[in-house]
């Protein structure tokens, strides 16, 4: 069966409309995947998540291997069921705790001994545990273990980082061992297009259900990050679906589904909401600022949030000041609504044959990153 299905090209661009098929449903794409790290997206219920738009979530193989563990999750019936959430989830490998934690973490052929952030116990984790683990969990797609370089990493470092990362990811390929189950390849090499290249192309030759783009968002800047998603994404097969992973500014967003990516996930919106930091299309909002003190504006005019339909910024900004857990999660509810509706925009703009020009409009005014007001 065909997974992907790509219903309109755009003419001036590598912008892609598709819908990606799943065992718990389909998904519109480009589309954004909020970050359920240990199997929630913090504040937010399965069913507040749905009802802001979003049609996947991303859950963490890692932390859910450390608490409550794989085997706590088959006994409350699989992921799914433990979470809460009926529709399609992906859970990435691990492999990018490979790089957060790094001071935690030694590394040899074989995989990856942790020591865990929790209690320093040691763990160890590889391609086939990895693997096997998310067979286990049950998530819809699932990604090879890899190695996520930092920036900047030599050209020697970043080569053994490559060759590791396509090793890996061929015994992730031998021992995936559920076929309900989308296997996506990971993609390394930094901003070294050369070695980009390199790694598509071995993991082209693995055929794997989809392919994904790491190590991007870790200080490269938004210039780089755009030419090496381009470049990448015009490597990988056309009929398979692309995720840019942990990549998540709104600019980095448009000019990633300009260059090819079907994909994405970040931690941004929950994080920033839950720090008063809001999204809007014109800049960001610091909700704890004076200036909001007596507002009775909301976040964003026009937004169909329950926060923006219920109340202002001044309530909102009083909840943060008194350390009220209503505050957090309004603001959590927002961005992730304000997420929702920038990917609806982006393939309401692809369907009508206009996302480049829509694009190209956005980021040569990108006000997204600007703070909107003063303290």
């Not at 859970?91 to 052929?109: A, H, M, P, R, W």
């Amino acid at each position: 069966m065909n997974h992907f299905e790509i219903v309109n090209k755009d003419k001036n661009c590598a912008a892609r409309r598709a819908v990606l098929t799943t065992a718990h449903g389909k998904v519109q794409t480009p589309t954004f995947m909020p970050v359920g790290t240990a199997g929630a997206v913090k504040g937010i219920t399965p069913q507040q998540l749905e009802k802001i738009g979003a049609e996947i979530m991303l859950a963490n193989t890692y932390h859910l291997m450390l608490r409550p563990t794989v085997e706590v999750v088959e006994k409350l019936g699989g992921l799914h069921k433990f979470t809460g959430w009926k529709k399609p989830m992906l859970t990435d490998s691990g492999g990018y705790q490979v790089f957060s934690l790094n001071s935690l973490v030694k590394i040899d052929e074989d995989g990856v001994e942790f020591a865990s952030h929790v209690d320093g116990k040691k763990m160890y984790l590889n391609a086939e545990l990895a693997t096997q683990i998310q067979n286990r969990l049950g998530a819809d797609i699932i990604m090879c273990f890899d190695q996520c370089a930092p920036f900047p990493c030599n050209d020697c470092e970043m080569e053994k980082i490559v060759q590791r990362t396509i090793r890996w990811a061929k015994r992730s390929k031998e021992a995936h061992a559920n076929n309900k189950q989308l296997l996506f390849g990971i993609v390394q090499g930094g901003i070294n297009l050369s070695l980009r290249e390199e790694c598509a192309e071995k993991l082209i030759e693995m055929d794997f259900d989809g392919y994904a783009i790491g190590g991007l968002s870790v200080g490269e800047g938004h210039e780089n990050m755009a030419k090496t998603v381009s470049h990448t994404a015009d490597i990988l097969p056309k009929q398979k679906p692309r995720y840019l992973m942990g990549a998540g500014m709104p600019a980095d967003i448009i000019a990633a589904v300009k260059g090819g990516i079907d994909m994405f996930d970040c931690v941004l919106p929950s994080r920033n909401g839950r720090n008063a930091f809001a999204f809007t299309e014109n800049g960001i909002v610091r909700l704890r600022n004076n200036v909001h003190i007596d507002s009775r504006e909301p976040i964003e005019a026009g937004c169909d949030c329950y926060c923006c339909r219920n109340f202002g910024r001044g309530t909102i900004r009083h909840f943060f000041n008194v350390g009220e857990m209503l505050g957090p999660i309004l603001v959590s509810l927002h961005n992730l609504r304000f997420y929702q509706r920038l990917m609806a925009k982006i393939r309401n703009a692809l369907e009508k044959n206009e996302f480049a020009e829509w694009a190209d409009e956005k980021l040569k005014n990108d006000s997204f990153n600007k703070a909107q007001d003063k303290c």
